[in-house]
């Protein structure tokens, strides 16, 4: 069976991306998000986000009619859900994923299912997320079978597919990776292959839904040890004096040795949170995947003591200055460098518990963004000259290539990314 239109639910960093590629294929794509903001300016021919060529691809998708943005789901042959999976707000020291953006979508798309449907969970998931989500479809949809009622026989195939790509490189990784595909069925699988071929060139993996989910929680955990290492490192380097990257840049000269840069911390949606997706199935056995966590959200108030340590030194040869009248600037908001996106940043959360302590002034440079999300609307956003200008102390937390273009010269720098 044919896909002729396809439904994206979800219309941010990954989602919309994936239904412009299927937009350009010539693909009727029905865009889906509760963001009006979002939906107008999609239909508009514009993008909500920054990532490289997708602002041409959307323009062309919807000047040709292929792509369409709206608020509430309509029928169509394929269904990808491509919504967060956040936290609980609970006080557990392991937090547990929150499905209800999930949930929401599941009970969305279900009035407008029919037989012959596919319906893919893109969103990075716990273990077991795929299956939920067809049991609430079923619960939805009495009248239509789902895969684990009715096996190869199911009126509607379900999988899961998640995302692998990286930010700022998102229109050619979603072309040229290879994509696991986890479909409840054989069927389910062979299905979703059939409509990821639509624009993917890479290889499509067949595998169970379990193991689908886990495949990206490991990839993401991988990293985050990896980068545990390095951030664990160059504190250790910082109480022994040595320099962190001299020393590891020493130390990958070794051929099988490739360690990672450290930095404020990890953010984003993916390394920051995937782990704890393991780490909550499975706490006891989870030990290394949870240590690693620890060092990483660890990181950002390391940073923040030694921004405090830069306050007293400057104090101490300026005592005719004021602390009020100290002004801080931090280089960078975003999770990695130049992008846009601010989601677990730790770049973001070092600034506003610097904004929290500090009785002066504080700047932020984010060259990415040109207004900041209320939640920090305190926080002053400036420019590279002025912050060069106005600051006495300089806190580098992201390495966005204006910095490297544009370095700081000055006694009061705590540098996060060694490249002042």
Same mark, same amino acid.
């Given at each position: 069976?044919?896909?002729?239109?396809?439904?994206?639910?979800?219309?941010?960093?990954?989602?919309?991306?994936?239904?412009?590629?299927?937009?350009?294929?010539?693909?009727?794509?029905?865009?889906?998000?509760?963001?009006?903001?979002?939906?107008?300016?999609?239909?508009?021919?514009?993008?909500?986000?920054? /990532?490289?060529?997708? $602002?041409?691809?959307?323009?062309?998708?919807?000047?040709?009619?292929?792509?369409? +943005?709206?608020?509430?789901?309509?029928?169509?042959?394929?269904?990808?859900?491509?919504?967060?999976?956040?936290?609980?707000?609970?006080?557990?020291?392991?937090?547990?994923?929150?499905?209800?953006?999930?949930?929401?979508?599941?009970?969305?798309?279900?009035?407008?299912?029919?037989?012959?449907?596919?319906?893919?969970?893109?969103?990075?998931?716990?273990?077991?997320?795929?299956?939920?989500?067809?049991?609430?479809?079923?619960?939805?949809?009495?009248? #239509? @079978?789902?895969?684990?009622?009715?096996?190869?026989?199911? $009126?509607?195939?379900?999988?899961?597919?998640?995302?692998?790509?990286?930010?700022?490189?998102?229109?050619?990784?979603?072309?040229?990776?290879?994509?696991?595909?986890?479909?409840?069925?054989?069927?389910?699988?062979? !299905?979703?292959?059939?409509?990821?071929?639509?624009? *993917?060139?890479?290889?499509?993996?067949?595998?169970?839904? !379990?193991? +689908?989910?886990?495949?990206?929680?490991?990839?993401?955990?991988?990293?985050?040890?990896?980068?545990?290492?390095?951030?664990?490192?160059?504190?250790?380097?910082?109480?022994?004096?040595?320099? *962190?990257?001299?020393? =590891?840049?020493? +130390?990958? &000269?070794?051929?099988?040795?490739? =360690?990672?840069?450290?930095?404020?911390?990890?953010?984003?949606?993916?390394?920051?949170? $995937?782990?704890?997706?393991? *780490?909550?199935?499975?706490?006891?056995?989870?030990?290394?995947?949870?240590?690693? &966590?620890?060092?990483?959200?660890?990181?950002?108030?390391? *940073?923040?003591?030694?921004?405090? #340590?830069?306050?007293?030194?400057?104090?101490?040869?300026?005592?005719?200055?004021?602390?009020?009248?100290?002004?801080?600037?931090?280089?960078?908001?975003?999770?990695?460098?130049?992008? $846009?996106?601010? &989601? /677990?940043?730790?770049?973001?959360? =070092?600034? !506003?518990?610097?904004?929290?302590?500090?009785?002066?002034?504080?700047?932020?440079?984010?060259?990415?963004?040109?207004?900041?999300?209320?939640?920090?609307?305190?926080?002053?956003?400036?420019?590279?000259?002025?912050?060069?200008? @106005?600051?006495?102390?300089?806190?580098?937390?992201?390495?966005?290539?204006?910095?490297?273009?544009?370095?700081?010269?000055?006694?009061? =720098?705590?540098?996060?990314?060694?490249?002042?």
């Amino acid at each position: 069976m044919s896909f002729n239109t396809i439904s994206v639910v979800g219309l941010g960093y990954i989602g919309l991306p994936t239904a412009a590629m299927f937009a350009s294929r010539k693909k009727k794509v029905i865009g889906v998000d509760v963001n009006q903001h979002a939906v107008d300016t999609i239909n508009r021919g514009e993008i909500h986000i920054v /990532e490289p060529e997708l $602002d041409m691809i959307v323009h062309a998708a919807v000047k040709e009619g292929y792509l369409n +943005a709206t608020l509430s789901p309509e029928q169509a042959d394929a269904f990808l859900i491509a919504v967060p999976t956040p936290f609980k707000n609970n006080d557990s020291q392991i937090p547990e994923p929150d499905l209800t953006y999930i949930h929401k979508a599941s009970e969305a798309i279900a009035p407008v299912l029919k037989k012959g449907d596919l319906v893919i969970l893109e969103s990075t998931s716990p273990v077991g997320a795929t299956e939920q989500m067809a049991g609430w479809l079923a619960a939805a949809r009495p009248d #239509l @079978s789902f895969p684990q009622q009715a096996g190869e026989n199911a $009126d509607v195939n379900i999988a899961h597919c998640p995302e692998r790509v990286l930010p700022g490189h998102v229109v050619r990784e979603l072309v040229e990776n290879d994509r696991v595909i986890g479909g409840m069925t054989a069927n389910c699988s062979a !299905r979703a292959v059939e409509l990821y071929k639509t624009f *993917v060139q890479g290889e499509c993996v067949i595998t169970n839904a !379990r193991t +689908a989910e886990m495949a990206k929680l490991t990839e993401n955990s991988c990293r985050d040890v990896q980068i545990a290492f390095a951030n664990e490192l160059s504190i250790i380097c910082d109480k022994l004096d040595i320099n *962190v990257w001299e020393l =590891i840049s020493l +130390a990958n &000269r070794h051929p099988r040795i490739n =360690i990672l840069q450290p930095g404020p911390g990890v953010g984003g949606h993916c390394i920051a949170v $995937d782990p704890w997706f393991i *780490v909550s199935k499975t706490p006891e056995l989870s030990k290394l995947i949870h240590t690693a &966590r620890k060092v990483n959200d660890g990181k950002p108030y390391w *940073v923040i003591e030694k921004v405090k #340590l830069s306050i007293e030194r400057f104090m101490q040869l300026h005592p005719e200055r004021a602390v009020k009248d100290v002004t801080i600037a931090c280089y960078g908001l975003a999770f990695k460098p130049d992008i $846009d996106d601010l &989601r /677990e940043s730790p770049a973001l959360n =070092i600034t !506003r518990e610097l904004k929290a302590y500090h009785a002066g002034r504080l700047l932020a440079v984010e060259p990415n963004v040109t207004q900041l999300p209320k939640s920090i609307s305190e926080i002053e956003l400036v420019d590279l000259e002025v912050a060069h200008q @106005s600051a006495d102390i300089h806190v580098l937390l992201v390495d966005h290539k204006e910095f490297k273009l544009n370095k700081v010269v000055s006694d009061y =720098i705590v540098d996060t990314k060694g490249i002042w």
